[in-house]
């Protein structure tokens, strides 16, 4: 400190009494008998306390102003009232009575709420109120939170709610169905063993219990591995496109190494729902599986790419940003060891490195685009040079290093500009299909989620004014606004088939005799959009609103994670049925070389089949409501007190497709079959009857 410490530390929080007129603070501390003396540079605001924050005792107080008898260091409690000289009354729920404190003797913690996850730390021994048949492994959810911050926690199959210290507490991740997980460092076990998982080993989540349990797929087991999610922590997933290679401790991957080599690197092609990563290798025909806890992903960035210092990243990243500036833009040129990139940009001379993490991608600047002046610039770079804060232009030119030459709107020449300076403005091009955003403006007719056609851009003095032409059909006068109220949506062309969306009662230009069921052949298209259908049913064209329509595909694709089921023309499946039917729902988990492995919710293995042999069907989704399907004789896990006349709706769904659904008058949640159960597409009271375009 410029003036001394004289008693206080780095932890210690006063108020700011006043300000000398060399601008020198007085600052009161607890205890001392008169101001002390700060350099505004060395000091920071800190924040407030309020009643009801949850805070924690610092772990590393020794001494406490008045008095520490009785307390824990470390101890979680919530703000019980602020005394006028700012010290705290803390209610701890050991105490019968509120701790009397200073604010530099605690620090805040993130709040306890009901509805939270918990489980007892790893580092405790023995919680505070007693393990009453518990573990570490318990989870319970919070259901009540006393004033002084103790915990009423419900846990399944037990009777009575359970009590607990919060310092003995901690949160547990919010997990769903499809995260990537492994075991928490802190576990010496998982609740159930470990069996041939390891701390390495990384899986993704396919069920999620009542009680706390999960179960998780790892690629190299054939059933899913059961633990706790308070075992679980949160790992970071792979994606489609990284690159990969094994990391250089594994000897021997889990899947083999399939005639590759530690120094073999690839992208990932497709990545199946037990996280087995196929990765594409250069010169190689068939997709090499590496599981995801072999795997290392390599730098994101290539040369050529353009980039910025992250945000987040605080004043002192590594090497050079420093003398570069958070908002600079640029270019990689190399790619070095260890994670770090050599880069090169047009406002300084020679090159510098940085690591990948400290960086993100920018869109990098190309010929054509419309740009203009970043707002808020004060001067850019090289001067305006007869530009304006609201000037316009086209990119002519983009050098190695980022820098641009932009053809501005009446400036003569071109004018050679700093891409950080400047901010890439979205054109649509004559021609282009526009759909208005969910934040735009109504319009006559015109409401957010209407398609039309660009006709042109808006021009003033012989310069863009940035606005754009559009022409919706049923309006014979051209929308005119900014490009930030519009999005690109795929053109339609004559040919395609198309059917009136399930969300759209009554359509814009009538029904024409025809219905949702109807599908049509798209024969011409108007300049503003509007589609004339063709139709078996009928010799006229049938007029529709482009927004009113969605594409019928004849035949898609099934990817991993499809929810597909055995199309009614096969007969009997190339690999037999097994206890698989025409009804059933499955999941596709892996795909390879035309044949498709598919998890049924009551089969424990994979059923094998032939891609063609299996169509998309529409997935079950966490919210549907839904109903028993009429007719069946029997749920597969039995009826369980519920009818036909049960309406419910899904609360889980696993990644094999089980339905974990709640019923109105059922305490705990129905587990179902796909097959068993169908929407309930009986239209709520308050339901609109078409108030606007469906997303």
Not at 136 to 154: C, P, Q, T, W
Request: hydrophobic fraction near 35%; glycine fraction near 10%.
């Amino acid at each position: 400190s410029r003036f001394g410490w004289r008693g206080q530390s780095r932890d210690s929080i006063g108020t700011v009494l006043c300000v000398d007129d060399d601008g020198i603070l007085r600052v009161g501390f607890p205890g001392a008998s008169r101001g002390w003396r700060a350099d505004p540079a060395e000091i920071e605001r800190v924040e407030e306390y309020k009643v009801g924050n949850w805070v924690r005792i610092r772990p590393s107080l020794t001494v406490a102003v008045h008095g520490m008898e009785s307390i824990t260091p470390g101890s979680v409690g919530v703000v019980y009232s602020i005394r006028p000289d700012s010290s705290l009354l803390l209610g701890l729920c050991y105490l019968s009575n509120p701790w009397l404190c200073e604010p530099e003797e605690v620090e805040h913690v993130d709040p306890f709420k009901i509805g939270h996850q918990v489980c007892v730390k790893r580092s405790i021994a023995e919680p505070r109120y007693g393990w009453g048949g518990e573990t570490h492994h318990s989870v319970g959810k919070i259901i009540d939170i006393e004033s002084d911050g103790l915990l009423i926690i419900d846990i399944p199959n037990r009777s009575a709610s359970w009590q607990a210290d919060p310092s003995d507490m901690e949160k547990i991740d919010d997990f769903k169905v499809g995260d990537w997980v492994r075991v928490k460092a802190t576990v010496p076990s998982p609740k159930y063993g470990w069996e041939d998982v390891t701390r390495s080993s990384i899986g993704v989540v396919h069920s999620l219990e009542e009680d706390g349990d999960m179960g998780v797929a790892f690629c190299f087991r054939s059933k899913l591995f059961l633990c706790s999610v308070a075992d679980i922590e949160k790992a970071q997933p792979f994606e489609v496109g990284e690159k990969v290679h094994v990391l250089p401790s594994i000897s021997e991957p889990r899947l083999g190494w399939s005639n590759e080599t530690a120094a073999t690197i690839g992208a990932i092609s497709r990545i199946d729902m037990d996280g087995t990563l196929n990765v594409k290798v250069s010169g190689r025909n068939s997709l090499w599986k590496v599981a995801p806890g072999d795997a290392e992903r390599l730098s994101a960035f290539e040369v050529g790419d353009w980039v910025r210092l992250k945000p987040s990243i605080g004043s002192r990243p590594t090497y050079d940003w420093n003398s570069v500036g958070k908002i600079s833009i640029a270019v990689v040129h190399s790619i070095q060891d260890s994670g770090y990139l050599e880069l090169a940009g047009c406002f300084r001379k020679g090159k510098w490195l940085t690591h990948n993490t400290d960086i993100e991608k920018v869109q990098s600047f190309r010929i054509g685009l419309h740009v203009r002046f970043r707002a808020g610039i004060s001067e850019p770079r090289w001067g305006w040079r007869d530009a304006k804060p609201d000037s316009r232009g086209i990119i002519a030119g983009v050098h190695a290093d980022g820098e641009v030459r932009v053809a501005i709107f009446g400036v003569p020449g071109l004018w050679r500009g700093d891409p950080a300076d400047l901010e890439i403005e979205q054109v649509f091009e004559v021609g282009d299909w526009v759909r208005l955003k969910n934040d735009a403006d109504d319009w006559k007719s015109l409401k957010p989620g209407s398609i039309g056609v660009v006709h042109g851009i808006g021009y003033e003095d012989d310069a863009w004014d940035g606005t754009i032409h559009v022409a919706f059909c049923g309006e014979q006068e051209r929308w005119i606004g900014f490009s930030s109220q519009l999005e690109g949506v795929s053109r339609f062309v004559v040919g395609q088939r198309v059917r009136i969306r399930g969300c759209i009662r009554q359509p814009r230009f009538g029904w024409s005799n025809h219905n949702h069921s109807s599908i049509g052949t798209i024969s011409s298209i108007d300049a503003d959009g509007k589609l004339r259908i063709h139709t078996p049913a009928g010799a006229r064209a049938w007029l529709i609103d482009p927004a009113e329509v969605e594409k019928v595909v004849e035949e898609e694709e099934v990817c991993i994670g499809d929810w597909v089921k055995v199309k009614d023309s096969v007969v009997t499946p190339t690999y037999q049925w097994g206890d698989v039917n025409h009804n059933s729902i499955g999941v596709a988990h892996r795909a390879g070389d035309g044949e498709l492995w598919v998890s049924f919710c009551f089969c424990e293995r994979l059923w094998l089949c032939k891609g063609w042999e299996v169509e998309k069907v529409r997935p079950f989704r966490q919210g549907d409501r839904v109903r028993i399907r009429p007719g069946l004789v029997a749920p597969r896990w039995g009826w369980g007190m519920e009818t036909y006349a049960s309406k419910g709706e899904v609360i889980g769904v696993d990644a094999n497709g089980k339905l974990r659904i709640k019923f109105r008058w059922r305490d705990r949640l129905w587990v179902g079959d796909p097959a068993d159960v169908i929407l309930d597409d009986t239209p709520s009271p308050t339901e609109a009857s078409n108030g606007g375009f469906c997303s």
